[in-house]
């Protein structure tokens, strides 16, 4: 990949990112995903082969929660008349 699909940037660096994964209800972080970072806009652009080991991590962790780490996180509503 050469250039950034949503700002057309060509300034494009892999990292190890984290990120957030839903699998049916639940949610998953997984945590050093090698990407292709556009360092302009933030995009994260994955492998094939990365995307589809994402997707066993994921699945694997939804099915056995107890072999992970876990993170407690608020869950807050959006209001536009507190936000404001």
């Known amino acids: 990949m050469k250039k950034c699909y ?5 300034n494009l660096k892999e990292e190890l990112v984290d990120f957030d994964f839903w ?3 639940r949610l998953v972080l997984l945590k050093s995903v090698p990407a292709l970072v556009c360092q302009d806009c933030g995009e994260k652009y994955f492998t094939p082969d ?4 994402m997707k066993k991590l994921a699945r694997k962790a939804a099915a056995d929660e107890s072999a992970y780490e876990k993170l407690n996180v608020p869950i807050v ?8």
Request: glycine content about 4%; aromatic content about 16%.
């Open 6 to 10: 949503f700002c057309h940037s060509e």
């Open 77 to 84: 509503p959006f209001d536009e008349t507190v936000a404001a």
């Open 50 to 53: 990365v995307s589809e080991k």
């Open 23 to 25: 699998w049916g209800d």
